[in-house]
């Protein structure tokens, strides 16, 4: 089924529009950062960019990218009413809905992964000419790339889970617009409840931001926060997953 | 085509509640291996909540969908508009199918169907460019892709021109004849319903109003027309318990109403010496029969 899912989906127009303006606007903000650099207005590092390229991109365009592209594999499926078909052809709801949660897996790894190759060439391209200096040390490319990674590719899982939403929402109210701001402002309020004190989802967050601000991550006891920070995720992820199965699996379906 | 041993499908006491509102009520279907099956009422009866109970996408309130076996192989589309991918090609919207089922792509089969549908010259078109008519078709050929028991269709013929309507009529008629398809149609034209249905069921308000084959349906059972040289020496003689509908000069229009068979209305009125030269049961159209059994009434303005 996950199959059909990405030929279906990975060949929209929607796809595509989504992956060229995620580079689009690293591009333009990548020269704007480039442009700072060359008038003395800042100092961007490899690792700098890196940092402030995925901190633009993860906290606003991506987590939207994805809730949109989340709504719109399923909610076109009410449109078009071929949700019916697997379910006609002898598939269970739960591997339809199991189906839907992979390809919006997958849409978010791959606007991930693009963004990220497209960050680390710009990155090369302008930003290579200093030292990489991460508190007070000196760190190679290969291990400023690795951190960039492992940080971007956390903040991916997290923002994974709010496609989910996207999907619920549509379940529950078969509109995309719905489905979009729902999950969009649940992102942004699950942020600004970072910034509150005793936050509960503090390892959750903190695992992507202290890999790229602490050289020396022993000493602020990462494993412990990394692992706070996946039993964390393990829970909101089997939360909302069996709650969009349970809803799925229970609701009548109605086509537009 | 009908075989009236073999249930396919058959629905018991199905209601369906949307929280105070009752949309279907007790609802029995039979549908037996080789039926074009016609449920038929206005618009809002429940004939769709009906389909989309049997095809799973609503859960029963109350009641029971039973099929022959869980091997029946069932297919087909609601709504009215097929489900095709608009971004895609016909073909690879019937590829979509092998994906999902995890079968390998089967070209041949697809090729089988395009050309059953008569979509094979525009395989490689996007179904989104398609016209409704042949959207439909994509929609039928999709659902004749695994050689289906059992295909449902609700409103095929909605949003077609008339020749698409025919082609429509002339297709489900084939693949009945031929492949031996059993189908469940929902449908308010009943002209159309009249060309092609096997059996029907008319609903109205969500209550099941009644469930006949067609045949059974057009034959006014207590209603018999007799052709006699003695009309009025027949009307004289008729016995008490049967009516008087309608005469003229060399017929007689008449209704048992009790017990009577039409051999002992014969025997009484031959054994008065009235020469009667023959009797046939009076068949009604369907469309008359639709009013008197919805409205009460033969009249199609009641429902206006």
Request: net charge neutral; glycine share 6%; aromatic share 10%.
């Amino acid at each position: 089924m996950l199959r059909s899912e990405v030929n279906k989906y990975f060949h929209t127009r929607v796809f595509w529009s989504l992956i060229g303006i995620s580079v689009l606007l690293l591009v333009l903000y990548s020269f704007l950062l480039a442009g700072m650099n060359q008038v003395g207005l800042s100092n961007y590092s490899f690792l700098d960019y890196l940092v402030a390229a995925t901190n633009f991109y993860i906290n606003i365009t991506f987590p939207l990218m994805v809730c949109l592209f989340a709504a719109y594999s399923l909610g076109t499926e009410y449109q078009w009413r071929t949700l019916l078909l697997p379910l006609l052809e002898g598939r269970s709801r739960v591997s339809v809905i199991s189906s839907k949660i992979g390809l919006t897996a997958l849409a978010t790894a791959a606007l991930y992964i693009v963004f990220q190759c497209a960050a680390i060439l710009i990155a090369f391209w302008l930003f290579s000419s200093q030292e990489i200096i991460l508190e007070n040390r000196s760190i190679t490319y290969v291990e400023a790339v690795g951190r960039s990674l492992f940080s971007g590719g956390w903040s991916a899982m997290i923002i994974f889970l709010f496609g989910q939403i996207a999907l619920l929402l549509i379940i529950l109210y078969r509109s995309q617009t719905t489905a979009v701001v729902g999950s969009f402002m649940t992102f942004i309020v699950f942020i600004l409840l970072g910034n509150v004190h005793q936050n509960p989802f503090a390892p959750l967050l903190q695992v992507s931001s202290t890999m790229v601000q602490s050289a020396n991550l022993s000493r602020v006891n990462y494993m412990n926060t990394l692992a706070a920070g996946v039993i964390q995720w393990l829970i909101l992820f089997a939360l909302i997953d069996g709650l969009l199965i349970y809803v799925f699996r229970t609701r009548d379906i109605v086509l537009d | 085509m009908t075989n009236p041993d073999t249930l396919i499908l058959e629905t018991q006491h199905l209601s369906k509640s949307f929280g105070e509102i009752h949309a279907l009520k007790n609802v029995n279907m039979k549908v037996h291996l080789g039926d074009i099956y016609v449920l038929l009422g206005p618009n809002g009866a429940g004939k769709t909540t009906t389909m989309n109970l049997i095809t799973g996408l609503y859960k029963p309130s109350g009641g029971h969908i039973r099929f022959q076996n869980s091997q029946i192989n069932i297919s087909g589309f609601i709504g009215g508009h097929a489900p095709v991918y608009p971004h895609l090609s016909a073909v690879d919207n019937l590829k979509q199918a092998f994906l999902i089922s995890g079968n390998p792509v089967d070209q041949a089969q697809i090729n089988n169907v395009l050309d059953k549908v008569n979509l094979r010259a525009a395989s490689s078109r996007l179904a989104g460019e398609f016209s409704t008519g042949m959207q439909q078709r994509l929609g039928i050929a999709r659902a004749l892709l695994f050689n289906p028991d059992l295909i449902v269709l609700d409103e095929p013929t909605s949003g077609l021109d008339p020749e698409g309507i025919a082609e429509m009529r002339e297709l489900i008629l084939s693949m009945n004849i031929e492949e031996g398809i059993t189908w469940l149609i929902s449908s308010h034209i009943l002209g159309e319903v009249e060309k092609i249905a096997t059996r029907v069921c008319i609903i109205k308000d969500g209550t099941q109003r009644i469930e006949s084959s067609l045949e059974d349906m057009h034959k006014n059972k207590n209603v018999f027309m007799l052709k006699t040289s003695s009309t009025q020496m027949a009307i004289t003689h008729l016995p008490a318990d049967v009516e008087l509908l309608d005469s003229a000069e060399g017929y007689l229009m008449v209704q048992l109403t009790r017990s009577p068979s039409p051999s002992d209305l014969i025997k009484v009125l031959v054994e008065n010496g009235i020469p009667i030269h023959e009797v046939s049961p009076v068949k009604h159209r369907l469309e008359k029969l639709y009013f008197q059994i919805c409205y009460g009434t033969g009249d199609n303005n009641a429902a206006i």
